[in-house]
Structure formats: C-alpha cells, structure tokens
C-alpha cells in the first residue's frame, strides 16, 4: 500500500489541483455571467473587465480543472495498462508542482492585461515556455513507463495519451508563434491561420486525445466488458491526427483565408465524424446488456455522460463549419455555447468522472461521500443542458436578426433574459464545482481506508 501511495503521488497532487482550481476557473465564470446581466456591476474595477476575465476563465477551465484530472487519470492508466511501474514519478510529481505555478501565473498576468492578445493563445512567451517544460517531464514518464512495460500489446489508452502528449508540444509551439518571444505572433493573415491552428488543435490534439484515452479504460473497467475492436480503436487515432490537424480556419471563413484552405477546414470537419463514431462504436456498443454498471459507480456514470456530451459537440461542430450554418450562427451565443459543452460537457464530465474513479485507486481511501458525487451530478448537468438550451437560443436570436439587418444595440434587450438565465445557471455550476472540491479533499484527508 505504501508502494502504490508514492507510485501515484503525482496523480493525488494533479486530482487536488483540479479540485482547487475548478473553483477559481467557476467563480471567474460566474463573475463575468453577471457582468453580462448587469454590465455596470464592476466598470470601476480594471481586473474585473470582461476582456481579462474571459481569456483567465477559458485557460484556467483547461489548465486547472480539465487537464489536471485527465492527467493525473493518465499516470495510474498508463502504467495499469502496460503493467509495470511509473517511470521517475518524481518527475510527474514535479510537473504537477510547475502546474499549479503555471495556473498562478495565468491568473496573475491575464487579470493584469499581460496578454499576448490572441485567442486561446493569450499566454505570455515565459509562460508558453514553463507550459512545455511540464509536458516534457509527463512525456518523459509516459514513454519511460511504455518501453518497460511487461504488457506486449500496447493498448489504445496508451496510444491517446502519448500521442496527445506530443502532439501537444508541436501544437502549442508553432500556435503560439514562439520562435517571436517579442509578440508570440506573425503579421497579417497568416497569423490568423496560425491562431486558429492552435485553438482549435488546443481541445481536438491536446485535450482530446486525453479525454479519449482516459474513457477507454475507464468505461470497459467499470462495466467489465472490452472494447468492439481494438482495430477500430487505432484506426480511430490516426483519423483524429490526420483531419483534426487543418479544422481551424473553419473559424475563419469569413476572413481573406486562400479558398482552398477553408475547403479543406469544411472537409475535414465533416471527417472527424470518423474519428468521432469509431470511439463511440468501440465504447458504447459492448454496453447494450451491461449499462446498468455504469450507474453502480457515480465516476464511471460522469465518464459517460461526457462521451454523450462528445456525441452532441461533434455533430454540432461539423454543422457549424458548413458556411450556409455560419451565416446564421457565427459571431453570436451558439459559439459560446457549443465551446461550453465541448471543453466543460465531454473534457470535463470525463475529467472530473475520473477523478471520482480513480481517486479511491491512487489514495488508498474510499470515496469520502457518494450522495455529494450525486448531487453535483445532477447539478452541473442540468446547469449544462441549461447553458447550452440558453446560449444556444440566444445565439439563433442573434444571428436571425443580424440576417434581417437588425443593428446591434436593438437586440441587445432580446439577450437580457438569457444573460440573467446564464447567472442563475452558473450559480448551478459553481455549486456543483465546490461539492467536487470538498469531496476530492475530504476523501483524501479522512476518507474510509480501502483495505479497512
């Protein structure tokens, strides 16, 4: 038991880094939700402006909440699956200190205005740098782990989670410009495509492939029953590289993009639908007599409700890049709402799903409260389904009137009562993300001992 307790330190530290930090990434949430009912709530406070609460907001939901679990779910599959230990845990231990580091500094420079001022790539160069440090200490455990496995078949959680480990190093460096430490940008249009290169390969090449990977074991673990093909499940992997790597400029159609780049942004989104059924055909078919098993475990039940979420976001993202969609719906709330289901719906119900699993396995203690899983369970689902209910008519609203050649500022009182609608959720939400925080802190502090 002492053994596993130092093997798994790291995964200990990344789950309650999730827990902590789901309530900052929540609360900043929350505080511009309630900017958007009433704007003139904080005009007097500088870091309470809208424009540096959303970019802390969306990096700390990735770093702080989705990441972290995923994470540290992946340093307990890896080596479960290739049946060996953890190579230099110290490292991954490491890596989880640097984290938290990292997620201070988000907040600390993005509240300030310290911003590179691009989308999903607002992080300062020193950042991006501290960023690619601690991914190459979890790739260095990782692949250590794989080449000693004793396990000769490699399976496909193995392969999603290397493989989104790398990916994420070549994502976030050519993204985030950083060969330019001085703007961490280019000039002109090119820039843009490199922008959307990054933002969008942050949830399809890096968040992803771990979420993914995470679900693979998770979902077959809990019901005790493989996987359809594990054929298919490689087949899968190299589908998601092969389209999701050009989907971006699908955000900017509008833009003076070459036509054949935005032909192929459209194809392959419409592509990854393979990817995205090759998944859901390999975990959802063996459960025809057995998803009963997923409700006997609360973090098994979060695990798939977020590859439900997956289901709803991929066919909607699709959609959504066909350009007689985006006349309608760019630029307006159905964005924000599919970006809420995508990154908090599938990454983060799977995030926080394994956390609840998993967490028993690297502690040594037993979940410290079932009831309060459950009730965060229905809380942020219903808070989800009401965001993306919410937003997603507001943004139909939006996008009908601009059609008509509705000037902005008269639709504006139209959004008031889905903006108030939004708060009242987000306190859902929040509430949902503290019972989380309890539960993870209190399992590990007093938690009944397994072996008890």
Not at 32 to 55: C, F, G, K, W
Not at 78 to 94: G, H, I, K, S, Y
Not at 312 to 334: D, Y
């Amino acid at each position: 038991m002492e053994e596993t307790r130092t093997q798994f330190l790291a995964s200990r530290l990344f789950f309650l880094t999730a827990a902590f930090w789901v309530l900052v990434a929540m609360t900043l949430g929350l505080i511009m939700a309630i900017q958007l009912a009433v704007p003139e709530t904080y005009a007097d406070i500088p870091q309470l402006l809208y424009s540096r609460l959303r970019p802390a907001h969306v990096n700390l939901v990735v770093f702080g909440l989705v990441l972290p679990g995923l994470v540290g779910a992946a340093l307990y599959v890896v080596p479960t699956v290739c049946r060996t230990t953890l190579f230099a845990p110290w490292l991954a231990v490491a890596s989880a200190v640097l984290w938290n580091g990292v997620n201070l500094g988000i907040l600390g420079t993005l509240i300030h205005g310290m911003t590179q001022g691009r989308e999903y790539a607002e992080l300062i160069w020193e950042l991006d740098v501290a960023v690619l440090v601690m991914y190459a200490l979890l790739i260095v455990c990782v692949f250590g782990t794989i080449a000693r496995r004793k396990e000769k078949l490699l399976y496909v959680s193995a392969w999603y989670i290397a493989g989104g480990l790398c990916w994420t190093a070549v994502v976030w460096v050519v993204g985030n410009v950083m060969w330019h430490p001085d703007t961490g940008s280019l000039s002109g249009i090119s820039d843009a495509i490199l922008n959307w290169f990054h933002g969008h390969n942050v949830l399809g090449l890096v968040i992803t492939p771990a979420a993914v990977g995470v679900a693979y074991f998770i979902i077959p673990h809990a019901t005790r029953t493989p996987i359809y093909s594990h054929t298919l499940s490689l087949l899968g992997f190299w589908m998601l590289l092969f389209v999701y790597t050009h989907t971006g400029t699908h955000h900017l159609l509008q833009a003076p993009v070459p036509q054949w780049l935005k032909v192929l942004s459209i194809v392959d989104s419409v592509a990854l639908l393979i990817p995205v059924f090759a998944f859901l055909t390999n975990v959802w078919l063996p459960l025809r007599e057995r998803i009963g098993r997923l409700h006997q475990d609360v973090g098994a039940k979060f695990v798939f409700v977020g590859t439900v979420w997956y289901f709803i976001t991929c066919l909607q993202g699709p959609l959504h890049s066909l350009p007689v969609v985006q006349r309608l719906t760019h630029f307006t709330n159905w964005v924000v709402g599919h970006a809420h289901i995508a990154v908090l719906g599938f990454a983060g119900f799977i995030s926080m799903g394994a956390v609840f699993y998993l967490l028993p396995r690297v502690s040594g203690r037993r979940l410290w409260s079932v009831r309060m899983a459950e009730a965060q369970y229905w809380l942020m689902s219903i808070g989800l389904i009401g965001f993306f209910l919410t937003l997603t008519s507001a943004g139909l609203i939006q996008g009908q009137a601009w059609l008509n050649g509705e000037v902005i500022y008269r639709i504006l009182p139209q959004m008031s009562l889905y903006m108030v609608l939004r708060a009242l959720l987000g306190i859902m939400m929040l509430t949902g993300g503290t019972l989380f925080t309890i539960n993870v802190v209190m399992t590990i502090w007093r938690g009944q001992k397994v072996d008890s």
